[in-house]
């Protein structure tokens, strides 16, 4: 099956940190560009981060630049994002989602998310 | 930054009707680069539509695109119960990407 499965989620306090992680399944995944989206509690969509399929482009999102770290393991099919310094308005559901071949920041495949809640 | 608006807020229709889901954006969106994502409760969100009227894998023909420029427009045909969802278009041509607030679809 062609799915993206993410863990790592949990309740973490402000400043903490957290790692989540996404394994994913049938297709290439070495070949292709991976990111993260998140959706705050009552919130919309919100793309956090990117990462080419060579790791030679990294890109965030203002809200997260510096905090967070986007990294990928090629070999196991895994795609992480290393969340330092949490704030509470980082409490969102978290998105492993994979980019369109040749539309790298269009979504064509999404995981169920994975929820991390930052308490105060 | 692109700002998506998306409108109505919330859509409340019977089975069988027409839905019409409407997406402007701040300044003109080079080549269509539009897409519409379905979201159920807890479940993971679905590419509906891309490039602005293609429609994705496994979609079917009730869910049409159209527009161009700052405009464009998703429509469910025939409303099925299993629409209920929210609503959210994309545009991934500029960057940053950026998605709408969406639209809630009830049924």
């Known amino acids: 099956d062609v799915q993206l499965v993410e863990s790592g989620g949990g309740l973490v306090k402000r400043g903490g940190s957290l790692r989540v992680s996404c394994v994913a399944s049938g297709f290439t995944f070495s070949l292709t560009t991976m990111n993260w989206v998140r959706q705050a509690p009552g919130k919309g969509l919100e793309w956090v981060s990117s990462i080419s399929s060579g790791t030679n482009h990294i890109d965030y999102a203002d809200s997260v630049k510096g905090r967070f770290t986007i990294s990928r393991d090629n070999a196991n099919n895994s795609l992480y994002l290393q969340m330092n310094t949490l704030r509470v308005d980082d409490t969102a559901v978290y998105y492993c989602?994979?980019?369109?071949?040749?539309?790298?920041?269009?979504?064509?495949?999404w995981g169920q998310g994975t929820l991390v809640t930052v308490s105060s | 930054e692109i700002v998506l608006t998306q409108s109505p807020g919330t859509l409340s229709l019977s089975p069988g009707e027409r839905a019409t889901l409407s997406c402007r954006a701040s300044?003109?969106?080079?080549?269509?680069?539009i897409a519409w994502y379905q979201h159920r409760p807890g479940q993971a969100p679905r590419l509906l539509i891309y490039?602005?009227?293609s429609r994705g894998a496994d979609i079917p023909d009730r869910f049409s695109g159209s527009g161009s420029g700052t405009d464009f427009t998703l429509t469910i045909s025939r409303l099925e119960p299993e629409d209920s969802a929210v609503y959210y278009c994309?545009?991934?041509?500029?960057?940053?990407?950026?998605f709408g607030q969406g639209t809630k679809v009830e049924i």
């Open positions: 490039g602005a009227s």
């Open positions: 989602t994979r980019g369109a071949r040749g539309y790298p920041r269009r979504f064509d495949l």
């Open positions: 300044q003109g969106i080079s080549t269509s680069y």
């Open positions: 994309q545009q991934y041509g500029n960057s940053p990407q950026s």
